[in-house]
């Protein structure tokens, strides 16, 4: 059976939905193919939301430990359900599931369950069905890095998506990778008791991360009991009667560190795998991204790719931008978006944030900047709520005054953050962010503060 559409999509992330449901608005037949039993692909599913759900519950059990009794709460034995918690993120996660139907349903996308493959440019196979379509958009997002010294088993190494079902909190978790999702879920079951000691392999965790900001969290995450080295570097395993026994070299040094469970978060890899990419002459580089143009067009015109399959970083907004803009390029519009105004958020507690250039950014590029800070210190918000960790440095052009970065750590972070995207996306002065009043008391107070200290 052959079905004629002028836009299919392969892949029902955020990417991937957010592109056929704009194509569908904009009078385009469309077709969502992923290869999941539901929608919304790693984020909703296995991602962002399930974690997120996780991040939430264990953060309000380890606010009333360790903060009830000075806010004068008397809330007897204290304890949890990791059973019941599970089953919470998956009611949190199987509504977004049924949202996303309704939402093609509504807005008239077809949605085929199965594995796409390329017969040819303009043919897709799926099943049985064929798929005749005249555009079409890879959006089928990234799977775990393994290490090939330490394959996943689901038992003792396991992956992000295995850490989202877990039985059990291990008495002892150790994460290899200092990254945004091994600190997230580190601090998941560190909250509800696991010790937790983290194997990152560059000399500070989130090395991508501005100076000032990545050595403040490290230490804000050491304070709350999380084991962190650097300079460390994973080399092998094994596993006997239970436990594993992770081989180690920590600052040159060899060393044994034995734990429950592993989990190894070093990263994501871009999901191409029986795409049939080799039928229609497409060719991945040396990160396995899909290369694409200014147009998200790959060296086949009419086949688009966006998200984690090309360059840039692997954030579900970045994705569903990106499949607007290639829905809107196919529908013969010329939509726009600015690269250098992308926040990117950990959802740890506090949280950190950031958008735009670093510090060492600037220097690279050598681009005359100057820093404004603030500390939570001196919020009233952060105090009363017990969030005073943390502060807000801005980064500014040293001769007109343009916002270049942003970088928060706070409780609130990930929401602060839209203002200052917002300021480098409009290329707002740091003027003009310090005259725009905010509301007191609130935590975005810092982010004014920060930039009133620049008027001197």
Known sequence: MTTEYDVAVIGAGPGGYTAALRASALGLKTVCIDKGAQPGGTCLNVGC?????LLHASLHYDTIKEHAKELGLSVGDLD????????NKEQVVSQFQQGIHTLFANGKVDYIEGTAAFINPTQIQVGATIIQ????????GSSPVELPFMPFDGKHILSS???????????????????????????????????????EFMDSICPEFDSTIKQTFAKILSKQGMDIH?????????????????????????????????????????????????????TTNAKGQIPVNEAFQTAQ??????????????????????????????????????????????????EVAWVGLTEEACKQHNIPYKVARSK??????????????????????????????????????????TACTLAIAKKLTIQELATTIHPHPATCEVIQHAAMSALT
């Open 301 to 350: 015109s009419n086949i688009y790719a966006i998200g984690d399959v090309i360059d840039g970083p692997m954030l579900a907004h970045k994705a569903e931008r990106e499949g607007v803009c290639v829905a809107e390029i196919i529908a013969g519009r010329s939509p726009h978006i600015n690269y250098a105004a992308i926040p990117s958020v950990v959802y740890t507690h506090p």
């Open 161 to 199: 998506t295995d850490m989202l079902a877990l039985k059990e909190v291990p008495r002892h978790l150790v994460v290899v990778g200092g990254g945004v999702i091994g600190l997230e879920l580190g601090s998941v079951y560190r909250r509800l008791g696991a010790k937790v000691t983290v194997v």
């Open 230 to 282: 650097t300079k460390a570097k994973a080399t092998g395993c094994t596993i006997q009667n239970d436990q594993v026994t992770l081989s180690c070299e920590i600052e040159g040094k060899l060393t044994e560190i034995i734990c429950d469970q592993v989990l190894v978060a070093v990263g994501r890899r871009p999901y191409t795998n029986q795409l049939g990419i080799e039928n229609i002459d497409l």
């Open 49 to 53: 939301i399930p974690s997120k759900s």
């Open 80 to 87: 949890y359900d990791l059973a019941a918690m599970m089953r």
């Open 133 to 140: 379509a005249k555009h079409t958009i890879i959006a089928t």
């Open 376 to 417: 939570n210190i001196a919020n009233a918000r952060a105090v009363m709520t017990q969030d005073a960790d943390g502060l807000v440095k801005l980064i500014y052009h040293k001769e007109n005054g343009q916002l270049l970065g942003a970088h928060i750590i706070g409780a609130l972070a990930g929401d602060q953050i």
